[in-house]
């Protein structure tokens, strides 16, 4: 299905929020189904940015691509790259980030086997989109859950207002995270759908077949 004429907004990786000049608190997203989604939504006509947290991929053919690597970078440049048709977040962003970024190399403290870092919640990017006075038609989030997957999604969906989720399960065998194939539970408010396993880029296809539907099914669009 295509999305010629669609602008397709998406967020991918991880952020890495700076402890000090040579430390940072990451996580181990790869970046890889953002990415494939992005390859694929371009492959599809559409008019993509792909917003990157720091990760190793090359940019798919066709996309716009803007390097980030904080959660208040992403989330300036996503806010940034409005208005779009449809925004993806499948990025993995940090909800916290120190308080304060020391400017110099934090020191062994002789004698002090501890050591507390302050932490404060960052923004919440999709949330944000999906309450932004340009929100896209169709907002999907990504979310990764230990268990109580469709509960937790579920729940995402009603207090972030967005259109989709896209749960994967972790910590488990068929856990995601720098894998090549993926299983999405994708949730909506009128429905379930299973994508997978299979290649992300095929995943992230089925992903895009049920997002171009929608946007064909809203009158609006
Ligand atoms: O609630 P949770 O963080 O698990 O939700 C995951 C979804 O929210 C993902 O789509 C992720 O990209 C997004 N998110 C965000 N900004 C944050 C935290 C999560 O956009 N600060």
């Known amino acids: 299905?295509?999305?010629?004429?669609?602008?397709?907004?998406v967020s991918a990786g991880p952020t890495y929020e700076?402890?000090?000049?040579?430390?940072?608190?990451?996580?181990?997203?790869?970046?890889?189904?953002?990415f494939a989604v992005a390859a694929a939504a371009a492959a599809r006509g559409a008019q993509v940015v792909l917003v990157a947290g720091p990760v190793h991929l090359p940019t798919p053919p066709g996309v716009a691509r803007v390097d980030v690597r904080s959660a208040a970078q992403m989330h300036a440049a996503v806010l940034d790259a409005l208005p779009a048709d449809v925004y993806v977040g499948a990025?993995?962003?940090?909800?916290?980030?120190?308080?304060?970024?020391?400017?110099?190399?934090?020191?062994?403290?002789?004698?002090?086997?501890?050591?507390a870092l302050e932490l404060v919640r960052t923004a919440d990017i999709l949330a944000d989109v999906a309450a932004h006075p340009r929100r896209p038609r169709l907002v999907v989030g990504f979310a990764a859950e230990t268990d109580e997957l469709e509960h937790y999604a579920r729940d995402k969906l009603v207090r972030k207002r967005v259109d989709l989720i896209a749960a994967n399960r972790v910590g488990s065998a068929d856990c995601p995270f720098e894998r090549d194939d993926n299983t999405l539970h994708v949730f909506a408010a009128d429905g379930a759908w299973t994508l997978g396993p299979a290649p992300k880029?095929?995943?992230a296809e089925a992903l895009l077949d049920l997002i171009a539907r929608r946007l064909e099914a809203d009158p609006a669009t």
Do not use: H, Q, W
Not at 1 to 9: D, I, Q, T
Not at 18 to 34: A, H, T
């Open 18 to 34: 700076d402890i000090d000049p040579v430390r940072f608190l990451g996580n181990r997203s790869s970046g890889k189904m953002g």
């Open 201 to 203: 880029r095929e995943v």
């Open 1 to 9: 299905m295509s999305l010629a004429g669609r602008r397709v907004l």
């Open 91 to 115: 990025a993995a962003v940090a909800d916290y980030t120190p308080r304060t970024v020391a400017a110099r190399k934090l020191k062994k403290r002789p004698g002090a086997d501890t050591l």
